[in-house]
């Protein structure tokens, strides 16, 4: 068959098959898929060509697929995010691909999008304008919309197109809270028509449903109703409601400008489209988009970190206690076989028991979390240091307990194994005193709780080499950590910015002030925390300790020094400066008070100040990482862009 002639194009390739199929192939440059602008310009030259093949009977169908083995779209280009935001270039953008969207979804021959992998953002706006959906139900396909971690919401016609499909409930909730949804989840809410079970399956479905001019359906009327008359705004109202329970409308705009949309036009889907320019264009450059984008590149940017090519397959951790424990089951659940090592199993089987609970919380197939608990073996006696990839101690804070450790590990260890503590406050040359190769540790400093942050600190010490400090980082990596690499000095990064902002919280508590009010004073900030409640869950035997290091006294007799002699050292134990039930701080009431945003912005002060200290002390190499490695270590509020940032921007 004569092939029509096509443009030539850099991001998409084109060829029609005997049967008149066409296949419709994106491959973006760069490691995943995303649209740019001129992806998105040169798929308006080729819709034109469809409609008129089409027109003239020389296609029957066009198949969309990804030549990347990454995955279908990530989205829309986020480098070109900061041109965009120009109001007099966004409109008309917007409007652009609004109708290019709604061509595709005109054409008189199906369309039909396979997918694999990630398909997000953008990427799923164009998979809803396509007319079918066929996904591969793996572990590795994602789809979903995760925007509003941007700070905006789906502008390419997503908000319509996925109430269409889900319904108002379903769709909202995942636009709000931009949950990224397995195929098989996704098939449940109706944004994917047909799963497949492997990726070279995509092709003959996509092709069988093209052939047989299958056609989506939309959502059923029992779904469509919580959009219709008064109870859209019943619903508009619950969700404003759940918005507030994590975020505040000044913070994070996103969420509350998608709700009224939804609350304007939500029974309507094509109504809902068109209002997407109005309320989209304020947020691309607000404040808070223009934070979490810098956050986002931040974020990308310590994924390419550390030594390609090295292989983790066995972890040993030394310390079965909180953060030992919980980093072993990190470890084990993903993918890592891990032995726990400590003074004997009753020391060793709580961490083991609080493992399972991860696993059954992370995994959703019995056979995958018997397959972690598996991978956890207690290890009373060390035998697995000889065998470890990684050997990380975490024990308690005291250098005299680190130094024995280490000093009975250096001639068990096999060629190449990385050597690691997870000091919290102590240099490494002074816990490196003793080994005959000091340059063998490094420090990985993980932060509590394990699962939920996800910050690692790759410490280097006058001794590392950066072939170490690669390796630690891409440990780090393996993980699904973000590794920030920093110098060896008192507290590191993280912990010397955290001890002046929760020490102060806590003497202006000793002085009388409500810790309820310190801590509603932070939150209303930014901080996802107060500095009273993370105090707490910290531990304040660790808190002491880390402050005594970083040479902050707790005074004889002061409440935190009496909490930390009784044994009441926070959530671990269920009691600290509050009483904890089910993990979660009992709390009274909030006084009273005029500016508790402008009352936390005083509490972050020290913390905002001494971030400047460190970066000025060469602790981290530059501005973007004091700032990313503060977020991700204590969770400074993102809107804000970290705290240097706001510092320049006149906001702490």
């Not at 480098?79 to 270039?89: C, I």
């Not at 005299?400 to 503590?421: C, H, M, N, W, Y």
């Not at 001494?610 to 990313?628: P, Q, R, Y």
Request: with cysteine; net charge positive; proline share 4%.
């Amino acid at each position: 068959m004569i092939q029509p002639q096509m443009p030539e194009t850099k991001n998409w390739s084109f060829h029609r098959d005997v049967e008149k199929l066409g296949w419709l192939t994106i491959n973006t440059p760069g490691p995943v898929n995303t649209l740019s602008r001129e992806a998105i310009t040169e798929l308006e030259v080729l819709v034109t060509r469809f409609e008129a093949l089409a027109e003239s009977g020389e296609l029957v169908g066009v198949i969309l697929l990804s030549g990347k083995d990454s995955g279908f779209i990530a989205g829309a280009d986020v480098s070109e995010f900061d041109a965009m935001s120009d109001f007099s270039v966004l409109p008309e953008a917007l409007k652009r691909t609004h109708a290019l969207f709604a061509r595709i979804e005109k054409l008189k021959i199906p369309v039909v999008a396979g997918i694999h992998g990630f398909c997000l953002g953008g990427g799923l706006e164009l998979a809803l304008a396509c007319h079918y959906r066929v996904a591969v139900n793996d572990d590795k396909t994602r789809i979903g919309f995760p925007e509003v971690g941007l700070g905006i919401f789906p502008g390419f016609g997503g908000t319509g197109r996925s109430i269409r499909q889900a319904g108002p409930v379903d769709a909202m909730q995942i636009m709000l809270t931009g949950k990224m949804l397995r195929a098989g989840a996704a098939r449940g809410l109706n944004l994917v028509d047909k799963l497949v079970r492997h990726r070279d399956m995509l092709r003959w479905e996509a092709r069988k449903a093209v052939l047989q001019k299958r056609k989506s359906t939309e959502a059923g009327f029992l779904k469509r109703v919580m959009a219709m008359g008064p109870l859209r705004g019943y619903v508009a109202g619950k969700m404003k409601e759940q918005a507030g329970k994590k975020a505040r409308v000044e913070h994070y705009p996103a969420p509350y400008a998608l709700i009224e949309l939804f609350e304007a036009h939500g029974n309507d889907w094509k109504a809902m489209i068109a209002g997407e320019v109005d309320a989209f264009v304020p947020l691309m450059g607000s404040d808070t988009a223009t934070n979490l984008r810098r956050v986002f590149f931040a974020s990308e940017a310590l994924k390419k970190q550390g030594t390609k090519g090295v292989k983790f397959a066995r972890v040993h951790v030394i310390g079965a206690g909180v953060m030992g424990g919980d980093i072993a089951a990190w470890c084990a659940l993903k993918g890592m076989s891990v032995t726990l090592q400590d003074l004997d199993m009753e020391r060793i089987q709580p961490a083991l028991d609080r493992g399972k609970k991860l696993f059954k919380k992370r995994l959703r197939k019995k056979h995958e979390v018997d397959a972690a608990v598996l991978r956890l073996e207690a290890d009373p006696n060390g035998k697995g240091v000889s065998r470890a990839d990684v050997i990380i101690e975490a024990v308690v804070e005291k250098l005299e307990v680190k130094q024995s450790i280490f000093s009975g590990l250096e001639d068990r260890l096999k060629p190449g194994a990385i050597l690691a503590t997870n000091t919290s406050s102590i240099e490494l040359e002074r816990i490196a005193e003793k080994l005959k190769q000091p340059e063998r540790l490094i420090g990985l400093h993980f932060f509590n709780p394990v699962a939920q942050l996800p910050l690692v600190e790759v410490i280097r010490s006058t001794f590392n080499t950066d072939a170490e400090i690669g390796k630690g980082a891409a440990f780090a990596l393996a993980i699904g950590k973000s590794p920030v690499v920093v110098k060896s000095a008192p507290g590191f990064l993280v912990n010397r910015v955290l001890m002046p902002y929760m020490l102060g919280a806590v003497q202006r508590v000793e002085a009388g002030e409500s810790k309820e009010m310190l801590d509603a004073a932070a939150v209303a900030f930014g901080m996802p925390m107060g500095p009273i409640e993370l105090m707490d869950t910290v531990g304040l035997d660790v808190g002491k300790s880390v402050a005594t290091e970083l040479g902050h006294g707790v005074p004889e007799g002061s409440q935190f020094d009496r909490l930390v002699k009784e044994g009441k050292l926070g959530r671990k134990t269920g009691e600290g400066f509050y009483k904890w039930v089910d993990g979660k701080a009992q709390k009274g009431e909030v006084p009273a008070h005029g500016d508790l945003a402008g009352l936390g912005r005083e509490l972050v002060k020290p913390l905002v100040d001494m971030t400047e200290v460190v970066l000025a002390e060469g602790v981290v190499a530059n501005e973007g990482l004091a700032d990313i490695g503060v977020i991700m270590g204590t969770g400074f509020a993102p809107f804000l862009g970290g705290p240097l940032k706001a510092r320049k921007d006149g906001k702490a």
